[in-house]
């Protein structure tokens, strides 16, 4: 199975309702969409994300560090995995989401070559996973009424995106949701980095001692505050979870020799793609920790691939946040996982299961 051409393009979707955390706002989903076709007739699927304030990575970035990648990959054989890989990984530094992109279709393109679905090339499991839904960051009312619009579809886990500019309406809105929805409804808070390391071990204390059992609060502090995480997490109950923090294996090895969060999002954006998240799901086993398998604002294909992913390492990823196409409004593939209020199925079908992806803009081809 020889790499013939690596087609790439944009896809564009308009979201449902604006997505708003404390770091930004965004109302369309634009994204970079990778097609590999071989020499065998398969095409394997790749999709990145392009999140500047969290990655690095924009639309831009990514094409020219794919104009560096793609001639190197063409006419080499899959037989030879490792070595995509390592091209992949070691033409250049950073641009984490491109790589994602790539490692999603090479992978795409294995699963394909042995002839079964992805996750069963990564180990195995049961293809259906329940997800969360993201409640946008908005005024009190609105996001009660978000909450209680998502538990009528079925949502019975619920990521509550908070850092409002007043740390008590953070406070407020949370004990609102929780009065509204319920006991029954898991919670997750998730701050974007939002609130000092002291604010946050008040906000989440009131919590505690409201009696509201939150599953995790994500990135309270700054990326780069490991020691503000480390205080949050050593002076509540409540498991923190780290995402911005852990942008890297090498972060990871951090935080569990710090001890400076409980949980850690993987996220294939961030980990360069599937071998690191590999890695991280590895070390998390071994330190007896368990993950978030999240997304950025990603469609079909790079979802369809986290899913995978959650379904082989079910034993860690204990927390599943993969909401990104339910924001979006329609599709533009065919195949890859279905969803049904927060249930998502993986077809039986090797690879990723994706067949088409219609609709790509500014078309280029290697
Ligand atoms: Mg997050």
Known sequence: MLIQRITVGDIVLPLKTPFKTALRTVTELQDLVLCIETDTGHTGYGEAAPTAVITGDTLGSMRAALALIAPRLIGKDLRDFNALLAIVHQTLLHNNSLKAALEIALYDLRAQQFGVPLYQLLGGGTPRIKTDITISLNDGATMVQDSLAAVAQGFDALKIKVGAADWRADVDNTLAIYRAV???????????????????VRIIQALENAGVDLACVEQPVAADDGAGLAFVTAHTRTPILADESARSV??????????????????????????????VAQLARRHQRHCMLGCMLESGISVTAAAHFAVAFADVVRLIDLDGPMLCQGSAIEGGMEMDGPWITLPDAPGLGISAVRGLRDVQQY
Do not use: C, R, Y
Not at 255 to 264: E, K, M, N, Q, R
């Open 182 to 200: 319920g006991p029954k409804i898991k919670l997750l808070l998730d701050a974007n980095q939002a609130w000092s390391p002291k604010e946050a």
């Open 250 to 279: 090498h972060d990871v090895l951090q935080i569990f020799a710090t001890h400076s969060a409980d949980l850690i999002n993987i996220k294939l954006m961030k980990m360069a793609g599937i071998s690191q998240a590999i890695e």
